[in-house]
């Protein structure tokens, strides 16, 4: 594996070689111990458990400020419940019957399909399980069974909950840490509305969080609907986020789901009206994930390491003594910077450990600290202080406006990470104007975009010509129509391809 | 069941019958739904769970004050880790065998009771796994599997970690809210120590904390030395806190444990010392869970629900509006209340819904909220607000010292509840001056204190005589010598008998 400029000695490879990169920096940068000896079940150092709690701390603030209150359901769940979802499948088949909207036809299908992912629980202790339990991989099932007892009337609606929870997944698949894991940390948001109108502005408002969130964490991404047969189960249509790694796959880091009164109808969830009459709730769920930071380490690191965004970084700025034994004032100084710094909220610390500066660098680069502040003799006497930025520059500032100079470097290396994965993004991304003659014609790791309009079929032999899926269509279609890249007929729905992760 | 003074109404039993008090008021205060259909498995709903978070942020910033890194290990452990605890149970034979400490002899007993008490994973998905999982009840096997592998020098000790996750224990006894679930909140330090004195010191601090939390928790509680035959499999000595709940059974809210080297020596946790000697490392856990909640619970509420610790209370301040269709400045008023005291850190809620003043009281009496504010008209015109402790008292301030009221009645409510438990405490307690003739001479619902300085036997005829269990030796023994209760000699051991939950 190639190394980077100055990465030999640390024995990272070089960014371009991502696939090697991603599973290296996630232990050198001491985000995770990957040697639990269960596959994709990664043990969360105390960097890495911080950085995530920062990501839900933002979560958190986002879900309080729209009214969002946290709950916590239990981790197990009978099986019996499911004949709930079983339910549901009838209802959709009768649906099919009366002829509806074939996005409720594909559901059946994928249904059946989750009990091969979970873990059960069969035994305890000495015991058979007179009911087989499963660990939870989301919450609709446990949640909904108590979404009916407590809701009767129009009075209780919208109900907006949420947790953070862990949940788990069977994943065959090849793991990778934060990205394809068994043991998930998870957030999901479950509302419940009193119509469809209800929930669609549940999904706008969503729509917003993301958006936020993504502001956040300096990442952009493709918010898209999901195509038909992507649909989560039971949902009358989803919007997932995907962003772009650097190897040019997509990571889907959130997505967000109507499900008209889909689920309602399968657990029973009613209200009485005003009038007195009886109605199904329309629902919408939201969920994302540790994915999240795979993405931060994933898109903000490079050849010296991660780049911590400072709304989620566990150390926004440290602060090293240089010379210290030159000067006693030094280490007092330094001190002095941490709390004032601590004082107007910025997370600040001091490394006074005894080894060489070169090797203390290192260490902080690796773990992408946002800012590092140097003070020895010489800054002493001219009342200042030398702040380096992780995204580059490094200058000398006076003392007096400590607290400024760093809250303005803090929000200057978010705007540097938004430029730069903006770039990234648009690297990664090309127009497809017509199908190759074989897939490997294409560039590979490139995100597509595409006029598209067709339907199964034609949406099969797209993705088999790229041997790319198809994202889905873009929140904001085009403004002029375009020829669509299969049935040549005019368009405005535009589509991504990508190799999704 | 019996009603207390005003309660009928409310459906909530007298405090006196405190065993149908207390499961009635965790649903009624909205802190769980127990109709999850898993007994033992809650949902916390999301008053409950933000008190529990507040106990949270309550240990994680006494952890991180004594330099304490928070971890997240997976939840599934793979069942051939045990071999590990197998070879701590060889350990243990030879060292009977070599004539040790008889401390280090009933723990084998014990060490193969815990698989009785598990949830296993033996299936995923379609398939039996090779090596069956379970569910943790506590994290030693997967932490010190990793712990091996972290510590390799003097210089990586001490080694202070903690995590807050779900633990699950499969209970076949009567299950209640807080106090005897299937999916427990817990909170684990565990510490690795070059030595014997570290570990000693450990056991100080981890003392000192709990000091610390029950004073913010407003509980007084035993501390005890738990008799070896209760000692954590693998201890050399267990320290346990008990809180003594109003029916005067003892709950058991914290422990912590000294293994010296013995779990080491099971996981291989050895370091090189500075002379380049390989040592086992010393040892120590703490435990607490959200039997903490169940404490609060208990001890502090009275016939008309919950009275939360300022330290835990969700809401610390509700304010109301009253009379607000006679004046239309009352609800500004009330927000800007609401808004000054958020500013000064307090936690405040306005409660502007349209219901009369009444039933409003009674909703948050229930809930425990220590400090309740009225605005009216009336006080609009002498700049003044009317205060309500939910410890009793109501009295009207000035407007301007709004926050250093509510602070110092946020205090005094502090004060008064550490007045009450402290005075519960002592009229639950007894001295055993002499053995009954028998046990259902003593009164019930008390917790005895006894001098008593026997060997097994003599222990097992003083439990028998009384039908209680032995806590242990307080922490603080006697000054003077008393006569042991059954050998009838002098002795300083202060320990205590009593019915344990």
Redesign the interface.
Do not use: C, Q
């Given at each position: 594996m190639p190394k980077g400029p100055g990465s030999a000695k640390r024995g990272i490879p070089t960014k371009e070689d991502f696939n090697a990169w991603y599973p290296a920096i996630v232990e050198i940068a001491d985000l995770v111990?990957k040697?639990?000896?269960?596959k994709g079940?990664?043990?969360?150092?105390?960097y890495g458990?911080?950085a995530m709690?920062h990501i839900d701390t933002l979560v958190r603030t986002e879900m309080r400020n729209t009214d969002h209150?946290?709950?916590?359901?239990?981790?197990?769940v009978?099986h019996d419940?499911l004949d709930k979802e079983n339910k549901l499948v009838q209802t959709l088949k009768m649906a099919r019957e009366q002829g509806v909207d074939p996005s409720e036809l594909r559901i059946e299908e994928e249904i059946g399909g989750f009990?091969?992912?979970?873990?059960?629980?069969?035994?305890?202790?000495?015991?058979d399980l007179d009911v087989p339990?499963f660990?939870r991989p989301t919450s609709e099932t446990?949640m909904y069974?108590?979404f009916s007892?407590?809701i009767r009337s129009h009075a209780d609606l919208p109900l907006k909950t949420f947790q953070i929870v862990?949940t788990?997944r069977?994943e065959?698949k090849q793991t990778r840490s934060f990205i394809r894991v068994r043991?998930i940390?998870f957030f999901e948001a479950h509302t419940a509305h009193a119509d469809q109108s209800g929930a669609d502005a549940q999904i706008d408002e969503d729509s917003d969080i993301v958006r936020r969130l993504l502001h956040d964490l300096c990442l952009p991404a493709i918010i898209s609907r999901r195509p038909v047969w992507d649909t989560f189960p039971g949902a009358w249509y989803t919007n997932a986020v995907d962003a772009i790694m650097p190897n040019g796959r997509t990571l889907q880091i959130a997505s967000y789901h109507h499900y008209r009164d889909q689920w309602a109808r399968a657990f029973d969830i009613t209200y009485e009206g005003a009038d007195g009459s009886q109605s199904n709730c329309h629902q919408t769920t939201f969920g994302m994930s540790e994915r999240l930071l795979g993405a931060v380490v994933g898109v903000h690191g490079d050849d010296a390491g991660l780049i911590m965004p400072p709304s989620i970084a566990p150390i926004q700025v440290v602060v090293m003594p240089v010379a210290a034994h030159l000067d006693e004032a030094v280490e007092p100084q330094a001190s002095t910077i941490v709390e004032r710094l601590k004082k107007s909220g910025i997370r600040a610390r001091l490394d006074s450990r005894d080894m060489r500066p070169g090797a203390k660098h290192y260490d902080w680069e690796i773990k992408g600290v946002p800012l590092r502040i140097e003070i020895g003799p010489r800054d002493l006497s001219s009342d200042s202080f030398v702040m380096t930025l992780r995204t580059g520059g490094k200058d000398s500032h006076p003392i007096d406006v400590l607290e400024e100079i760093v809250s303005k470097s803090l929000e200057g290396v978010s705007t540097e990470l938004r430029a730069r994965s903006s770039n990234l993004m648009e690297s990664k991304m090309a127009v497809l104007q017509s199908l190759p003659q074989k897939p490997s014609d294409l560039d590979e790791g490139m995100v597509y975009e595409v006029a598209f309009d067709g339907n199964d079929a034609d949406a099969e032999k797209l993705e088999k010509s790229t041997n790319l899926t198809l994202l889905g269509d873009l929140l904001e279609p085009y403004e002029a129509p375009r020829i669509c890249i299969i049935t040549g007929k005019e368009t405005l729905r535009r589509q991504h391809l990508a190799r999704m992760y």
């Open positions: 111990d040697r639990y000896p269960i079940m990664d043990v969360w150092k105390p458990w911080s709690g209150d946290e709950y916590n359901f239990p981790l197990l009978p419940l009990e091969k992912e979970v873990y059960w629980v069969k035994h305890a202790g000495e015991h339990m660990l446990p069974t108590m007892l407590w862990n788990f069977y065959t043991e940390h």
